[in-house]
């Protein structure tokens, strides 16, 4: 026996060797998921191979900062300009849609629903990843320590990355890293909704890396280009995020779409990502008074108009309103003034009633009508004493000393962009 | 020069000081983690093999190179998410072949690496597939062209590599 040991010794070893892995592998398979009895040896690797590339991140962040902030400054004047007609193209895009939020809310109330709100988020930065083509996992420097729990969703601004898988850092000499399992594995899974047709599957990695739209009907039309947004249904990513747009549609050997979708997030070129690590589920608040709609924001900026002296009480009129007399009036210009701080938007429409408020108007009080209803009611506070875009409410407007006179709705600056707002 | 050793021939036998055979397998795996993330085609490369490959051939001894292989991938397989051993298993397999190859023929010339590297690529391939596959159940597609174009790259970083690591040979 001896002899032939010493004979195959080798080969005895490399059976050995391979025996023992194979035991090993198959008792990780066989074990539940969450019980992990390799956990120490992933610390071990994870701890060795991490510090080094924090240390490398931190010091290429370091060198960027250095280029960006001392040499990298030509151009930032005109790059500022830039932003700032962005930011004020997208304050009055803003504006918009949140009038439209506010209706989905007040509806959302009426029906009782509850929507989940990403309460906090975490940035983190990526260090490393597994290494591997079979298995698309990337390690980020924010671990148990600093909040981070498994199963976190992981996004960045573009759209989703995936979900934390490990986290490590719970004991002190342990890095504080997390590793992130990226949705084009094949182990992902993302609960999807498309976009137009509301069509539902469930998002999945291919082994080739590829990002797939399952347990979509055959039956159904799925158009190239459509967007792939998270459904909320894996109680993990909350509902509404950009997944990916679809790029083709077929049919499947099975039942079932064949749809390949192309990641939102550049999911191999990733530096910096969010960590969801609170969301909310409440129900969605009305705000009642803190609206201020696109019109109002371009009244701000529309040339003034200046003061009138003090007129009689109840032969002062405005310029829009001198110009259409005898025109159905909508509101009392008194009511209005008071629902202008408290009316919520939903109440607009009721602005545009007219006639019957006509007649109950009381005496001295100013009608006033707008050449555009839209100016009629503001829902919240105005913006500034000056840039009011009603006309004065009462018969007897007093100037406000120090603050322009206000403007009238009728005289559009043909400089300014005129956003399409909702007829009211 | 000849290829095949004959049994008058005495072969080489190097050996590694220790915190080469510790912080050479480290860096492979550190670079093999951390690379991928500037250049997405890195992935295609496998370092930790090489490393693994180079070490099996210099110290000829079958059992060095199947420790070698097995503790090199299994400290690989720690930074995937799959189970531990898959790496652990493939590279067993070509460390112990590549030091008993290592044995009959001469490594230390270019053309030699370039065939032995791009030999066990596939080997270590088709072993860690068969293991994916059968143990784990993975659905990993197989493509003799991407096996063969990831095989000839890693070949030729091999020649480069194997020839900055021989500064670090010392002879026994």
Known sequence: MESVFGRYRNLSILVAVLFLQVLGLAMQ????????????????????????EKAIVWVENGTSGLWHNYFYLRGVRQENRQLKAEIERLRVEQVRLSEDAGQARRLQVLLGFKEQFISHTLPAQVIGSSGSEQSRSLYIDKGWRDG????????????VVGKVLQVF?????????????????QNSGVGAILEKSRLQGILRGSAAGEVVLEKVMADEQVQPGERVLTSGGDQIFPKGLPVGTVVTSTSGSDLFLNIKVKPAANLSKLEEVLVITKLEDKAPAVVT??????????????????????????AATTPANAGTPGTPQPETAKTNDAQAHTAPPANRPAAAK???????????????RPASDQKLVVPGPAPGAGNKPTVPATANPKPQPGSPPPVSPTQPDPSQPQPEDKPQ | MPITYTSQEQVEVY??????????PLLALFLQAFLPLRFSFFTNFDLPLLVVIFFAVARRSPVSGLLTGATIGLLQDSLTHHPIGVYGIAKTFVGYGASSLGVKIDVENAGTRFLVTLFFYVIHEIAYFAVARWML?????????????????????AVGLFALLDRFKQRT
């Open chain 1, 29 to 52: 398979v066989k074990r539940k998921v969450g019980s992990e009895p390799t956990r120490l040896i992933r610390v071990w690797t994870v701890s060795a191979v991490t510090p080094f």
């Open chain 1, 148 to 159: 981070v729990r498994p199963d976190m969703a992981v996004i960045t601004a573009d759209g």
């Open chain 1, 169 to 185: 850092g719970q004991k002190p000499l342990e890095p504080s890293t997390s590793q992130v399992l990226l949705i084009n594995d």
């Open chain 1, 289 to 314: 008074n803190g609206s201020i709609r696109a019109v109002d924001i371009l009244a701000q900026r529309l040339p003034s108009v200046p003061d009138k002296p003090a007129e009689k009480p109840g």
């Open chain 1, 354 to 368: 007219p006639a019957p408020t006509e007649t109950a108007k009381p005496a001295g009080t100013v009608l006033v």
């Open chain 2, 15 to 24: 050996r590694f000081n220790l915190p080469t055979a510790i912080f050479v």
């Open chain 2, 137 to 157: 159940s993975l659905s990993l597609q197989w493509s003799w062209g991407h096996e063969l174009g990831s095989g000839l790259a890693n070949a030729v970083l």
